[in-house]
Nanobody, 117 residues
Framework: QVQLVESGGGLVQPGGSLRLSCAAS????????IGWYRQAPGKQRELVAA???????NYVDSVKGRFTISRDNAKNTAYLQMNSLKPEDTGVYYC???????????WGQGTQVTVSS
């Protein structure tokens, strides 16, 4: 049974940092590309960062230079280090894999990030 558990969110002031974690089970983590997605209030979910099996990364323009995605295959865990946070980074953050998105409706519970003074 597939399970993706996101954690590490919270309330932070503008300019602050958070580190999100995504613990995966039920999938062969090491052969999957992993993405972090954000759903802001009233908006559709968007991909903000992705890392492939070689460690190559991609970011949406709005987070480049501030967010860093990484993975630890030995721990079946992906991370999103978020620095210099802005109010527009507020939203629920989810991790997922392109394969799961294409073949199922599964999403984890997400973790809430709120950037506010």
């Amino acid at each position: 049974q597939v399970q993706l558990v996101e954690s590490g969110g919270g309330l932070v002031q503008p300019g602050g940092s958070l580190r999100l974690s995504c613990a995966a089970s039920g999938i062969i983590f090491s052969i999957n590309q992993i993405g972090w997605y954000r759903q802001a209030p009233g908006k559709q979910r968007e991909l903000v960062a992705a890392i492939d099996t070689t460690g190559s990364t991609n970011y949406v323009d709005s987070v480049k230079g501030r967010f860093t995605i990484s993975r630890d295959n030995a721990k079946n865990t992906a991370y999103l280090q978020m620095n210099s946070l802005k109010p527009e980074d507020t939203g629920v953050y989810y991790c997922n894999t392109p394969l799961l998105i294409a073949t199922s409706t599964y999403w984890g519970q997400g973790t809430q990030v709120t950037v506010s003074s």
